[in-house]
């Protein structure tokens, strides 16, 4: 990996940018307490651009940074021409290796590389290396899962509804889906009630 260490002006870097994104947490309260007692121990990845960078690692780090008021931190920036497939592997590899990815975060991982390989096989093997060993088949459940509606993203982050119960939802209207999100939100059903809630009322 080719990139050198720079202090950056944070008023430099586009936290709008998603290119990269993988992490679904939002809450930055427990870094913003860390990083204001010991610093950053993990520099953030920059992408370098004409006069912005672009973040390939370390959104929640970028968002606390701001949040406590700093004008520039010290970040890894990485050449303005480095190809986005190693964008995307760094990306991936960063978050995978610190902890276990929720379904929401794989299926962003699944659809970055999604573009490059394009045999299910092939995939589940780079997936494998990055640190997400996915077998074919629940890479293809996983798939687009991350491009629904955040109602029902929201419920998988939330362990309201199980993935099959997703998969499910996603093939009915958008107010059916609702509907039903609604109910088991109230209702906190198991998927086994869920299940035969929804059989029943088709």
Not at 102 to 130: A, G, T
Not at 157 to 175: K, P, R, Y
């Amino acid at each position: 990996m080719r990139f050198r260490k720079k202090v950056v002006n944070l008023s430099q870097i586009d936290s709008n940018d998603d290119a990269f994104r993988i992490t679904t947490e939002k809450q930055v309260d427990d870094l913003m307490h860390s990083i204001n007692h010991v610093g950053i121990m993990h520099l953030p990845l920059l992408l370098e651009k004409e006069a912005t960078y672009t973040i390939v690692c370390g959104f929640r780090r970028i968002e606390a940074c701001r949040r406590l008021n700093w004008s520039k931190l010290e970040a890894m920036v990485l050449e303005s021409d480095t190809i986005r497939l190693k964008c995307i592997k760094y990306a991936i590899t960063d978050n995978a290796f610190q902890r276990s990815l929720n379904l929401i975060e794989k299926s962003r991982s699944i659809e970055m590389l999604s573009d490059f390989f394009k045999d299910i096989n092939r995939l589940s093997e780079e997936l494998s290396v990055l640190g997400l060993s996915e077998h074919p088949s629940m890479i293809k459940k996983l798939k687009g899962i991350c491009h629904l509606p955040d109602p029902l993203q929201n419920c998988i982050l939330s362990n309201t509804i199980s993935l099959a119960m997703l998969l499910e939802l996603a093939g009915m209207s958008e107010d059916d889906s609702k509907g039903f999100i609604k109910l088991f939100n109230t209702l906190k059903l198991s998927l086994n009630k869920q299940r035969e809630i929804v059989t029943m009322v088709k």
